[in-house]
Nanobody
Framework: QVLLVESGGGLVQAGGSLRLSCAASGRTFRDVVMGWFRQAPGKEREFVAYSAWRGLSGRYADSVRGRFTISRDNAKNTVYLQMNSLKPEDTAVYYC???????????????????WGQGTQVTVSS
């Protein structure tokens, strides 16, 4: 059984930082795209960042570029999202996701991801 478990969310003041972790189990994710998405109340789930297989490249949403950094430790089957200079508009439930097929291109569409974590709440106060 494939599981993605996020951790690291919480309440932080604007300008602060948080580091999210996503631990994967049930299979090796070294050669698949892993990403982060978020969903605020009343809004659709939106792309935040993805890391290409083996971490060879990445992509960020315009709203987080320069503030967020995605990284992965393939030995630990874990992907991270370092979030700096947080803003109140970053408040959302953050989800880790992984594509099922190996060696595919990255995608900003949540429909392209096969595995999802349960989400972790990030709240940024002004």
């Amino acid at each position: 059984q494939v599981l993605l478990v996020e951790s690291g969310g919480g309440l932080v003041q604007a300008g602060g930082s948080l580091r999210l972790s996503c631990a994967a189990s049930g299979r090796t994710f070294r050669d698949v795209v892993m990403g982060w998405f978020r969903q605020a109340p009343g809004k659709e789930r939106e792309f935040v960042a993805y890391s290409a297989w083996r971490g060879l490249s990445g992509r960020y949403a315009d709203s987080v570029r320069g503030r967020f950094t995605i990284s992965r430790d393939n030995a630990k089957n874990t992907v991270y999202l370092q979030m700096n200079s947080l803003k109140p508009e970053d408040t959302a439930v953050y989800y880790c996701a992984a594509r099922g097929q190996e060696y595919t291109a990255g995608s900003t569409s949540p429909r392209e991801y096969d595995y999802w974590g349960q989400g972790t709440q990030v709240t940024v106060s002004s």
